[in-house]
T-cell receptor, first 114, second 110 residues
Framework: NAGVTQTPKFQVLKTGQSMTLQCAQDMNHEYMSWYRQDPGMGLRLIHYSVGAGITDQGEVPNGYNVSRSTTEDFPLRLLSAAPSQTSVYFC?????????????FGEGSWLTVV | DAKTTQPTSMDCAEGRAANLPCNHSTISGNEYVYWYRQIHSQGPQYIIHGLKNNETNEMASLIITEDRKSSTLILPHATLRDTAVYYCIVRVNYGQNFVFGPGTRLSVLP
């Protein structure tokens, strides 16, 4: 019963490096999203997807790219990491765009950009 | 989606009821009240949600005032493991995104 799985859990990047945070869910959920959480703050939505092949921007999309080639996977890409992207990243999924009251979250990915 | 206001932090003695308030004075008729919590270093976890009537499940009770402008999440017998940040969210049931504010940091004290 894996739910939402994120990798890696911890990562240190140098400024300007690129990387991809992986997210996979095994619940056949249509809707997936990425949030970031900075110290003492709530979660802010980066990007979301309502189904395979469909993505859209959230509240803080700058500096991040996403794609959704399959229902199960929703990777988040940092093309040129900046210290301002130091944060905890959470992937989440729920049943569908117009249904599903419960969001399921991954365990988080801690990213430090130096 | 309507905005919510929650206290920054609260304390509760272990074994006592924890009552977490949330104000949502601009809530619309079709917006639900959701509660999530985030235990340190983990992803947020769903607790309960409701529209008008009071709701209860195995984790908590949700009391919504008659005018729906505020609500209270009740943890009937708080334990140390209930120490977490609690988020009150108001949204339409078919809305796309959940908006998480700073929440209330609940500390359950031995």
């Amino acid at each position: 019963n894996a739910g939402v799985t994120q990798t890696p859990k911890f990562q240190v990047l140098k400024t300007g490096q690129s990387m991809t945070l992986q997210c996979a869910q095994d619940m056949n959920h249509e809707y997936m999203s990425w949030y970031r959480q900075d110290p003492g703050m709530g979660l802010r939505l980066i990007h979301y997807s309502v189904g395979a092949g469909i993505t859209d921007q959230g509240e803080v999309p700058n500096g991040y790219n996403v794609s959704r080639s399959t229902t199960e996977d929703f990777p988040l890409r940092l093309l040129s990491a900046a210290p301002s992207q130091t944060s905890v990243y959470f992937c989440a999924s729920r049943v569908g765009q117009f249904s599903g009251n419960t969001i399921y979250f991954g365990e988080g990915s801690w990213l430090t950009v130096v | 989606d309507a905005k919510t206001t929650q206290p920054t932090s609260m304390d509760c003695a272990e074994g006592r009821a924890a009552n977490l308030p949330c104000n949502h004075s601009t809530i619309s008729g079709n917006e639900y009240v959701y509660w999530y919590r985030q235990i340190h270093s983990q992803g947020p976890q769903y607790i309960i949600h409701g529209l008008k009537n009071n709701e209860t499940n195995e984790m908590a009770s949700l009391i919504i005032t008659e005018d729906r402008k505020s609500s209270t999440l009740i943890l009937p017998h708080a334990t140390l493991r209930d120490t977490a940040v609690y988020y009150c969210i108001v949204r339409v049931n078919y809305g796309q995104n959940f908006v998480f504010g700073p929440g209330t940091r609940l500390s359950v004290l031995p």
